[in-house]
């Protein structure tokens, strides 16, 4: 395998590299062991420690856990793809008076910590007499960051676009909101769909944050479970068993991001916009720009939200 | 204005908090990203595999989890307490860590093979290749994506304030025990967030202004 920083190993290189494998290997095995270790000497695998999930009850909450998590997930990651499209579209807007303002939300609502927002919602908003329950605080706070990721997101798949598909919607007679709905839009979604589902990837994550402001979703019912103290407070095994499902409920999106760039790459016409390195990161923008502003200068290699 | 004039002093320790949090968690996912960013880079299929595994599992687990983990799970491994801050720190570092390998590969693979090989056949060896023409292309191309991960190590700070961390995201509550507005306060720290972020904003354009590529 040749690459940019190897060439095809001689034997010298084969036999160093065979070295630093073991190495790795090693060093993987001694950290592995340490946590092994200290689990055993401290308890963590006597059966009075897994006890509390020999009952039922404890795997339905877990259960209540996953499902208020995804269901905060659900409706925030719908809400923000509509706030996404109605901000990025203002964003590209033709008058001024509409384009600045929502570029200054954009600018604001994305420098602005998600749990700030929660917390602003949840502990600020009551002084001024609006109370919600905490599940709103999470939704509308994700809605309202995610949209103005994505809303960027958007249009920067809009401006990568050709200059020739904008100008050949208005040759063949479609007015603006025509050239948007029926040339623009479909190709950037489709250019950009890897990176908006990283987006949800980043939003089902910051559903954690609702732990924060005691939204009952599987942190908190994690912690609920691993506090009990007439199961011996089985912290550890209630994170080890809640930390795979948030684990696998989010590696299942990021393969679907991962597949669907996959077949973006396949296709010649996506090629050039469909890889960027931003893919891959939860403050997306500033990449996305930069690498559309240069795009098509990198070599196919080069990869976006990593899946599996 | 009273909110922060009045309670100067504890606007300063939550400041200099989120600073610790940030320039702390930067520093060791740096360290840890450079490394893991090597190994998911290097010619060694092990590893390539080890790295791939690590960023993958840590990408796909919230924050707040990775946190709830070092703040309430590692102190029961060791058998003793631990600073929450220092914990904090970690785990930040930790999880930012991939990331930053993330953005290192991205930016190694931008480079064209063809100047590698172009490089080697004029006879320069692996440092040499690695000194003049890979590393100042990856360089520019790495920059932009890293003070974005940067950006978003700063808002993530804020995630400390679930663990007993004194920070801008925790400060609301120690206000509020002083009688002060949370609305107010709130306002206040997403203020100094928006200038926070906007003044990394702006060194990430003239870092990439500077050191664009005439490709």
Request: charged share 15%.
């Amino acid at each position: 395998m040749s690459s940019v920083l190897f060439d095809v190993p001689g034997p010298r290189a084969v036999v160093r590299n065979r070295l630093i494998g073991v190495l790795t290997i090693l060093v993987v095995l001694a950290v592995l062991g340490w946590v092994v270790w200290r689990l055993f000497a401290t308890g963590q695998f006597s059966a009075a420690k897994w006890n509390i999930f020999t009952y039922s009850a404890v795997w339905v909450r877990f259960g209540e856990g996953l499902l208020s998590t995804l269901a905060a997930f659900a409706v925030a990651g719908v809400g923000s793809i509509v706030l996404g499209f109605v901000l990025g579209i203002g964003r590209l807007s033709d008058h001024a008076w509409v384009r600045e303002p929502v570029r200054w939300i954009i600018e604001v609502l994305r420098a602005v910590p998600v749990l700030v927002l929660m917390m602003l919602l949840y502990y600020g908003l009551p002084v001024i007499g609006v109370k919600m329950p905490p599940y709103f605080a999470v939704v509308i706070a994700l809605i309202v960051y995610n949209g103005s990721v994505l809303a960027e997101v958007l249009r920067a798949g809009i401006e990568s676009l050709p200059r020739g598909q904008r100008e050949a919607g208005y040759a063949i007679g479609l007015r603006k909101s025509g050239v948007m709905r029926l040339i623009l839009i479909p190709q950037a979604v489709r250019a950009m769909m890897p990176v908006i589902i990283a987006q949800l990837v980043v939003a089902l994550k910051d559903t954690a944050l609702g732990f924060i402001i005691t939204y009952q979703e599987l942190l908190f019912v994690i912690n609920l479970i691993g506090n009990q103290p007439t199961y011996n407070s089985p912290l550890i095994p209630a994170a080890i068993v809640g930390g795979s499902m948030y684990v696998a409920v989010c590696l299942v999106l990021s393969y679907i991001a991962y597949r669907l760039q996959r077949r973006a790459k396949r296709s010649p016409k996506q090629a050039a916009v469909a890889h960027n390195a931003a893919a891959d990161d939860e403050s997306t923008m500033t990449e996305v720009i930069a690498l559309q502003s240069r795009a098509g200068k990198h070599d196919g290699s080069n990869s976006g939200a990593q899946g599996l | 204005m009273g909110v922060i004039t009045d309670n100067l002093d504890l606007w300063g320790e939550a400041l200099g908090g989120t600073i610790v949090l940030f320039l702390g968690g930067g520093l060791i996912a740096l360290v840890l990203g450079l490394v893991v960013g090597a190994a998911r880079v290097s010619p060694v299929p092990i590893a390539r595999a080890v790295g791939g595994v690590y960023v993958n599992w840590i990408r796909n687990t919230p924050l707040t989890l990775v946190m709830f983990f070092f703040a309430f799970c590692l102190p029961i491994l060791l058998g003793e307490r631990v600073n929450s801050l220092l914990l904090t720190v970690v785990a930040l570092g930790i999880y930012t860590a991939t990331y930053v390998a993330e953005a290192l590969r991205a930016g190694i693979n931008t480079v064209p093979v063809g100047q590698a090989e172009a490089a080697r056949a004029i006879g320069l060896n692996f440092g040499q290749v690695m000194r003049y023409v890979v590393l100042p292309q990856a360089t520019r191309s790495v920059v932009p994506p890293m003070m974005s991960v940067l950006i978003a190590l700063l808002k993530n700070t804020t995630v400390a304030a679930g663990f007993s961390v004194l920070n801008l995201g925790s400060i609301r509550s120690w206000l509020s025990e002083r009688g002060e507005n949370a609305l107010v306060v709130l306002l206040w720290v997403m203020v100094i967030f928006v200038v926070m972020v906007l003044l990394l904003g702006w060194v990430q354009r003239v870092l990439e202004n500077r050191w664009r590529i005439a490709r």
